[in-house]
Structure formats: C-alpha cells, structure tokens
C-alpha cells in the first residue's frame, strides 16, 4: 500500500431534484454470496479416514467411526459460539470458532474422564465406594432370570 495515493482527478457538481423519490434496492443476483457447501458422503469421509488413519489399532473401530462421522460434528454444530460465528462472520473466522469448539467437544470428556481415574486411582474412600456400588449394580442385574 506504500506506493499508492490519493489523487484528486475531477471535482463534479452533483445536483439532485428537490422531489421525493424512491431508490431501487440493491439487486441480489450477482456476486457477493456464499456458495452451497461442498458435502462428502460418508462413505468418502470413512474412505479418506482410514486412508489417513487405517494404520491406527482402534479399541472400538465403530465407535469411532461413528464418533467422528456423527457425533462430534453434532456436538461442533451445537455449539453457540460456532454457530455465532458462522451466521455473522467470515469463513477464517469461523474456522478459527469451530477448531475451538472441536477442541472443546474433543477435551471435554477426556477431562471428565480423567478426573475420575484421578479419584479413583489416589482416593482409597471413592475408589471402595465406586467399587462397592458398581459391584451391586452390576451384581443384583447378573443374578435376576434372564428373560
């Protein structure tokens, strides 16, 4: 921008008619807009999935699959600063809201997850109590008939 400046060209005199007059509205075909999102299949988000990451032994290969195919993106999607931010900003700033609440979605239960393996593993009073009500919980369903 250094080597551009203002320079006056002309000087008009402008003079509208003392009437009352309507504008006409700005016209909405024409550049300007967002275009329609691209959207994959999923059978095309598995495939590159699995291109990217099939080398990776999953625990639960359908759970995860299911995570990032469905759930994650429901979880990113409900978040109202994410959708803030894609109704009223630009697609920088939106990718900038999504990663944040992508993260968000992603630490969340790691961290409840870990607060609770924290107690369990460094309070011997949760740990006896959690061992205590699992064992009945799970203790009274395997002892009823099975239907």
Do not use: C
Not at 44 to 58: A, C, E, K, V
Not at 101 to 123: H, R, W, Y
Request: zero cysteines.
């Amino acid at each position: 921008m250094d080597s551009y400046r203002v320079e006056k060209q002309a000087t008009q005199r402008v003079q509208l008619a003392d009437r009352n007059a309507e504008i006409d509205p700005v016209p909405t075909e024409g550049g300007g807009h967002r275009a329609e999102p691209e959207l994959d299949r999923l059978s095309n988000i598995i495939r590159s999935f699995n291109d990217l990451f099939g080398n990776i032994t999953w625990a639960d290969t359908d759970r995860i699959r299911r995570l990032i195919a469905t759930e994650i993106p429901n979880k990113v999607a409900a978040n109202p600063a994410d959708q803030n931010t894609k109704a009223n900003s630009g697609r920088q700033n939106a990718r900038i809201e999504h990663d944040r609440a992508l993260a968000g979605v992603i630490v969340g239960p790691m961290k409840d997850d870990t607060e609770l393996f924290k107690q369990f593993s460094d309070n011997p009073e949760f740990k006896r109590w959690l061992a205590d009500t699992v064992f009945a919980a799970t203790y009274e369903r395997s002892a009823q008939p099975q239907a």
